[in-house]
Each structure stands twice: as C-alpha cells, then as structure tokens.
C-alpha cells in the first residue's frame, strides 16, 4: 500500500481556511490536529496539509519536519488499516500542527502518537 492510498495533500486555501474556521480540534503530546469532515465523504483517502513553526526550525528543518510528519501518519494508518482498527466510512481533511520537538522523539512514539489520534478521530465518527 502506498502513502496515496491513505492521504493526500490538501492544497487548497479555501479548504484549508474552511478547518480553521469550522474545523475542531484533537491534540496530544506533540501534534494537534484540526479536522473537518470532507465534502467527498468516501472513506479513504483522507486530505492532509502540514503547518509546521517556520521561525525556529528554518526552511531546511520545516521540510524535514514535513516529511517526518508524512512518513509517522502513513505508518500509523498503515498499522491500524492492517490490524482491522480503522476502516473509516468518512473522509476527514486535516491539518496537523507538529511541535518543534516532534523530530527529536524516535519513530516509534511518532508513530504511536498519530495512531492515537486516529483511533480518536474514528471512535468520534462512531458517535
């Protein structure tokens, strides 16, 4: 399975305004996450777009906290899609705020922290 599978990116300004605006929001440690349910409600894949501290971290350490971030969600929901734990009927487009620190956990916490709020978000689509 491949990451296109699970999400892609979310690109555009009025989708991403419209989760600011009326999106809610689910946190843990490191990463908040705001979510909206998406217009095309199909299940997967999800639309996702990173917003991420530009001052502190530069240009160069933004990108690989991108890719970082990218590579953590893809395993986290490859992990809960294989296991039978998320077969979501919705689509959700969220925006994920990654603190700075996030690239200095090891991969296995990242993961487990976007497996978390995944299994949040689809126990509220339960609801």
């Not at 399975?1 to 699970?6: C, G, H, R």
């Not at 095309?40 to 999800?46: A, N, V």
């Not at 620190?101 to 990242?110: A, G, P, T």
């Amino acid at each position: 399975m491949k990451q296109k599978d699970f999400f892609l990116s979310l690109k555009s300004k009025k989708d991403i305004s419209r989760i600011f605006s009326s999106g809610e929001k689910i946190y843990s440690k490191n990463i908040l996450v705001r979510y909206l349910l998406s217009q095309e409600s199909t299940g997967l894949p999800w639309k996702a777009a990173f917003a991420l501290p530009k001052k502190e971290l530069g240009a160069v350490g933004r990108n690989r906290l991108r890719r970082i971030c990218k590579s953590a969600l893809y395993q986290a929901m490859k992990n809960l899609f294989l296991s039978s734990q998320f077969n979501p009927t919705r689509s959700y487009d969220i925006v994920v705020h990654a603190r700075e620190r996030f690239n200095e956990i090891s991969e296995h916490e990242r993961i487990l922290e976007f497996e978390g709020l995944i299994s949040r978000l689809s126990k509220m689509e339960m609801k």
